[in-house]
């Protein structure tokens, strides 16, 4: 069974740091291009970055509302997905989604983990 | 960045309704568009990809058509589960955009 189960949600101050894990299991990590995603309480779904998969380098793509601030990371080792943000402002306030995409020809996202709430305020 | 406006934004509809859910690109995505399904407290869950598959699991009574531009989502006959909040989401280009969300409400 595929699974995904984020970690790392906590209440941060402006300007502070915080890195998300994702915990992958149920199929061949390094195949698969994985996201994130947020969702600031009460409104709709923002696309927040992408990493490739080993294929392709795992290279990166970032809105540009976190580009410069947010970091994707992979350690195939451990199955693992990483979402470093720093300089974070209130408006990183959301539920963070890790997101493996579909690799069958859709690229779309196939896979939800059940999210982690970043709390950014004094 | 490509924007995509889905409507309408909230709809009030009763169980047996067919209810037809939209969304506009505002550039040519061909069939590079999926559907989810969020209910109140849990991640979204995929209905549709490449605008017109269903996916694995997900009752027959939802379909997707369209291209280019122009997209539907369509639920045959509303049944009490399917009440949540619906977003399409665009994989064609970076960044990837979703719609804003159709709650889809009990009449």
């Known amino acids: 069974e595929v699974q995904l189960v984020e970690s790392g949600g906590e209440l941060v101050q402006p300007g502070g740091s915080l890195r998300l894990s994702c915990a992958a299991s149920?199929?061949?990590?390094?195949?698969?291009?994985m996201d994130w995603v947020r969702q600031a309480p009460g409104k709709g779904l923002e696309w927040v970055g992408r990493?490739?998969?080993?294929?392709?380098?795992?290279?990166?793509e970032y809105a540009a509302s976190v580009k410069g601030r947010f970091t994707i990371s992979i350690d195939d080792s451990k199955n693992s997905l990483y979402l470093q943000m720093n300089s974070l402002k209130t408006e990183d306030t959301a539920v963070y989604y890790c997101?493996?995409?579909?690799?069958?020809?859709?690229?779309?996202?196939?896979?939800w983990g059940q999210g982690t709430l970043v709390t950014v305020s004094s | 960045d490509i924007q995509m406006t889905q409507s309408p934004s909230s709809l009030s509809a009763s169980v047996g309704d067919r209810v037809t859910i939209t969304c506009r690109a505002s550039q040519g995505i061909g069939k590079a568009l999926g559907w989810y399904q969020q209910k109140p407290g849990k991640a979204p869950k995929r209905l549709i990809y490449a605008a017109s598959s269903l996916q694995s699991g997900v009752p027959s009574r939802f379909s997707g058509s369209g291209s280019g531009t122009e997209f539907t989502l369509t639920i045959s006959s509303l049944q009490p589960e399917d009440f949540a909040i619906y977003y399409c989401?665009?994989?064609?280009?970076?960044?990837?955009?979703f719609g804003g969300g159709t709650k889809v409400e009990i009449k």
């Open positions: 989401l665009q994989h064609n280009s970076y960044p990837l955009t």
């Open positions: 990493t490739r998969n080993k294929a392709n380098s795992y290279s990166t």
């Open positions: 997101v493996r995409v579909d690799r069958s020809g859709s690229y779309s996202f196939d896979c």
């Open positions: 149920g199929f061949t990590f390094s195949d698969h291009y």
